[in-house]
């Protein structure tokens, strides 16, 4: 069963993660499907194209993101990373809108990565769960939201500063 979609921003390539794991690739201009595998372990429950198209970040039930390359003349997708992230599931990625950085969170932690895949830094866990994601429109700063609000996280900075900013907000925030 499909869990996410993502189209990139030329609207050439569809991306479609499974909750077994599967990632399909579908060439939307000629209405052909590319590669179809296994791109988690178990399950699959989000996606997100780097800025340029380029690029897939995954995240899945296996505790990972993974990061692959799209080869757009073969129509499949060749993996870079893998990516720990921890105990929990990876249930949300991000790129940097200018593509050099990645974020993703798994639990209660955000983790920063460069867009090659090697880990940046790592937040300490949050009082909940991070139940999404999303970066400034300039890219230094990144949102998490979870049950009580949003915390503002610098990507130039050591994240063991803690956040620039808390949102309180009553109740849960599933996106900031």
Do not use: K, M, N
């Amino acid at each position: 069963f499909p869990t996410c979609a993502v189209l990139e921003r030329r609207g050439t390539w569809l991306a479609l993660a499974s909750g077994e794991g599967e990632l399909a690739l579908i060439d939307v201009q000629r209405g052909r499907v590319g590669e179809r595998g296994v791109g988690h372990e178990q399950g699959c429950f989000a996606l997100a194209w780097s800025p340029s198209g380029g690029r897939l970040l995954s995240g899945g039930a296996d505790g990972h993101a993974r990061l692959f390359e799209l080869d757009a003349d073969a129509g499949r997708l060749r993996p870079l990373a893998a990516l720990p992230g921890g105990r929990g599931w990876v249930e949300h990625v991000a790129w940097s809108p200018c593509g050099t950085a990645l974020a993703f969170a798994s639990g209660r932690t955000l983790r920063l990565a460069t867009a090659e895949g090697a880990a940046v830094d790592e937040t300490p866990p949050a009082a909940s769960t991070i139940a999404g994601l999303c970066w400034s429109p300039q890219g230094g700063l990144i949102a998490a939201s979870g049950y009580g609000g949003v915390a503002i996280w610098s990507a130039s900075r050591a994240f063991a500063e803690g956040p620039t900013q808390q949102l309180c907000w009553a109740g849960s925030l599933l996106e900031p």
